[in-house]
């Protein structure tokens, strides 16, 4: 809301949307414009869709957490170890 200053009350929202592909089908439909983060939605030379970054540039943080013995399925267990893997420089333990 901050981004948007005195503009924001002149916005006509006319959904919100917890799953991007969900925001992708109702902007191809003509219902209106998304706001999503990069890289969530298809916009390859091959779709219908394309990103506009804001201006000025909006970045939003990410926090993975997860329990100190927590036994992964598989698939979560190689998802795990590719982020400790990627981010291994950046991540702090939590102090507890």
């Not at 706001?35 to 939003?60: I, Q, Y």
């Not at 990627?86 to 702090?92: A, D």
């Amino acid at each position: 809301m901050d981004w948007f200053g005195n503009d924001f009350q002149k916005l006509d929202v006319v959904a919100t949307y917890n799953l991007v592909y969900n925001a992708t089908l109702m902007v191809e439909e003509g219902i209106g414009t998304a706001l999503a983060l990069d890289g969530l939605a298809d916009t390859t030379s091959t779709g219908n869709l394309c990103f506009r970054p804001l201006e000025p540039k909006v970045e939003s943080g990410l926090i993975i957490v997860w329990k100190k013995y927590q036994v992964f399925p598989p698939a979560a267990h190689v998802f795990h170890q590719r982020i400790m893997e990627e981010f291994s420089q950046q991540i702090r333990p939590s102090k507890k």
